[in-house]
């Protein structure tokens, strides 16, 4: 018996799963951020070790096969490999993962993925057919967290000045940054640098101050969400027709919990497109991945 490796890195964590022969989950364990866009490949690798070590501690199985996702862009997977004995490996889409992630088998209709960053994916019939986004937080990733607390700390500082109405967002990023005057947000973002994974670990905090009913993280919240959705709508549009049955995996820890996040995307989404279903995740995304790397395994060695 040997177990089957899902390996994910996102722009905030690295997952690490461990998986039997019959699917069933043996360990799991987490890393830093592994977006080659955001960190170096030391950073990368030292996600990576971080998940395997933490995952395969006390695994004894030789290693059968890999699953591996990454997003923004490619990795080094030669070291990892070897590190685990040079197994067959699998490369696993995003979207394909976000579908897998909700417990389908087949990668059928819209995946869109809002977690650091964010990205749409349409599939027909387990074929990758169109993609929007995915652009980095410089050129896009639009609905993402980076995204959604940028946005928030924006109207903060507004609100700060007077710009804008009061609002809860300003204590929360008080909190959260550790800065009683806001203007000493300057020196933190512009000369030290805030990191890309830290800025986008405020979106829960503006989900928790929108649900205490304060009404500009609220719009923060639709507003984003919305354009997230038109670009989701965008993306169907070139292969669904209006009225056609679809599912939407909606992945991503922007839509990990009910909010005004997830309601004013599905809300926007079925405007255009009524009769789409919705599905969130049941795993981990390096589940995911790791059940897509044990289907090719057993596809290849029958």
Same mark, same amino acid.
């Given at each position: 018996m040997g177990v089957i490796i899902g390996l994910e890195g996102g722009g905030t964590k690295t997952g690490c799963a461990v998986l039997d022969e019959r699917g069933n989950l043996l360990a799991y364990a987490e890393g830093g951020p592994a977006n080659l866009n955001f960190v170096s490949e030391e950073q990368q690798r030292e996600s990576f070790r971080q998940a395997l070590e933490g995952a395969l501690g006390g695994i004894v199985q030789p290693v059968l096969a890999l699953g591996h996702c990454v997003a923004g862009t490619v990795a080094n997977w030669g070291w990892v490999l070897e590190r685990l004995g040079n197994p067959k490996a699998y490369p696993v889409e995003e979207g394909r993962m976000a579908f897998v992630s909700t417990g389908l088998d087949e990668a059928h209709g819209i995946a869109v993925i809002a977690g650091t960053g964010s990205l749409v994916s349409a599939f027909i019939k387990d074929e990758l057919v169109h993609q929007v986004g995915g652009w980095g937080a410089l050129l896009g990733d639009e609905g993402s967290a980076y995204d959604v607390a940028?946005?928030?700390?924006?109207? $903060? +500082?507004?609100?700060?000045?007077?710009?804008e109405f009061p609002t809860r967002l300003v204590n929360a990023v008080q909190d959260y940054f550790e800065v009683e005057d806001l203007r000493h947000l300057i020196p933190l973002f512009?000369?030290?640098?805030?990191?890309?994974?830290?800025?986008?670990?405020f979106a829960p905090k503006v989900i928790e101050v929108a649900q205490q009913r304060d009404w500009l993280a609220v719009r923060v919240l639709e507003g984003r969400a919305t354009l997230l959705a038109r670009d989701a709508c965008a993306c169907a549009q070139k292969v669904f027709s209006p009225l056609e049955e679809f599912p939407v995996a909606l992945t991503g820890g922007m839509f990990r919990k009910p909010s005004p996040y997830r309601r004013a995307f599905e809300r926007e989404f079925r405007r255009r497109f009524p009769n789409a279903t919705f599905r969130t995740p049941q795993m981990?995304? $390096? +589940?995911?991945?790791?059940r897509v790397a044990l289907r090719r395994w057993k596809r290849d060695t029958e």
């Amino acid at each position: 018996m040997g177990v089957i490796i899902g390996l994910e890195g996102g722009g905030t964590k690295t997952g690490c799963a461990v998986l039997d022969e019959r699917g069933n989950l043996l360990a799991y364990a987490e890393g830093g951020p592994a977006n080659l866009n955001f960190v170096s490949e030391e950073q990368q690798r030292e996600s990576f070790r971080q998940a395997l070590e933490g995952a395969l501690g006390g695994i004894v199985q030789p290693v059968l096969a890999l699953g591996h996702c990454v997003a923004g862009t490619v990795a080094n997977w030669g070291w990892v490999l070897e590190r685990l004995g040079n197994p067959k490996a699998y490369p696993v889409e995003e979207g394909r993962m976000a579908f897998v992630s909700t417990g389908l088998d087949e990668a059928h209709g819209i995946a869109v993925i809002a977690g650091t960053g964010s990205l749409v994916s349409a599939f027909i019939k387990d074929e990758l057919v169109h993609q929007v986004g995915g652009w980095g937080a410089l050129l896009g990733d639009e609905g993402s967290a980076y995204d959604v607390a940028l946005s928030a700390i924006r109207v $903060a +500082v507004r609100s700060w000045d007077g710009r804008e109405f009061p609002t809860r967002l300003v204590n929360a990023v008080q909190d959260y940054f550790e800065v009683e005057d806001l203007r000493h947000l300057i020196p933190l973002f512009y000369q030290k640098g805030v990191p890309r994974h830290v800025v986008a670990g405020f979106a829960p905090k503006v989900i928790e101050v929108a649900q205490q009913r304060d009404w500009l993280a609220v719009r923060v919240l639709e507003g984003r969400a919305t354009l997230l959705a038109r670009d989701a709508c965008a993306c169907a549009q070139k292969v669904f027709s209006p009225l056609e049955e679809f599912p939407v995996a909606l992945t991503g820890g922007m839509f990990r919990k009910p909010s005004p996040y997830r309601r004013a995307f599905e809300r926007e989404f079925r405007r255009r497109f009524p009769n789409a279903t919705f599905r969130t995740p049941q795993m981990q995304p $390096a +589940v995911a991945t790791a059940r897509v790397a044990l289907r090719r395994w057993k596809r290849d060695t029958e």
